[in-house]
């Protein structure tokens, strides 16, 4: 049988100024939204020409960006560069350290860059590992139609399972991801979510009610759904024609978070390390100092 879960939570996500001339919308990691485990931090981000972020480092997670709009460059200090197009996808396992760039494509008639980012604490065991890249182009992720290919309902599998379709994706540590299109107000699908996950819908046009006979949610909400015994996944219903949002729901970790920014470990000692280590360039920033990137410099 399945039982739906609710929202308990919701969260507008108010556009601020961050980094270099970008804008985004901040809803995890915000006052407003913190300690919702796995998840560290969900943007949503447009921006302009001439902004971007030039190199940074990271330590602890893994982020993840997904081009809703436009296009944006990456490049690592670990010799890794690329694109990640419209509709593309960049799982980023940052592991035990990496500086890298990220920087929006602008050009004639292309239009402005706009995604989301979104970081997912790693587990203790993996916070060292080497740091790692799984990318899909928009035409590598698979895509799932609950009402059949001709309905109008579509799931991008981003990672994890949805109507029978997987993603190739694999996280350290439980993820799943998707992008929902409901072209029709009345359009609705349930979605398995694993017992005992943490989810949430970020919704960025139209507007969404879960469960039964749930309340409406406008754009740029950002939904927390209960987690009950019993409650097997979300209903999920478009209220407005032309509607699209992600659910995501992450394996909860049974650890302490300590961040320092761009770096997330699990004590203040271990922080206290990172942050000797990227000042003498070791143990995964070996090339703090003498590293730069080509399309942030």
Known sequence: MSISRRVLKNVLAVETEEGVGARVRRSIGSINLRNLTPFLLLDHFHVSKGAGFPDHPHRGQATVTYMLQGSSRH???????????????QWMCAGKGIIHAEMPVHAPGVPEPRGLQLWVDLPKEFKMVEPSYQELGPESIPVAYPNGPEGSISVKVISGKSHGVESPVRPLGGCWYFHVTMEKAGDTIFQDIP????????????????????????????????NENGETGAQLTATKDDTQFILVAGEPLDQTVFQYGPFVMTTREEIQKTLIDYQTGRDGFEKAHTWKSEIGN
């Open 75 to 89: 490049e690592d200090s670990a010799g890794h560069a690329g694109t990640i197009e419209t509709g593309g996808v």
């Open 195 to 226: 017992t005992g996950w943490t989810s949430f819908v970020y919704i960025w046009k139209g507007a969404v009610s879960v469960g039964d006979n749930g309340p409406v949610n406008d754009s740029f909400h950002t939904l927390i759904l209960s």
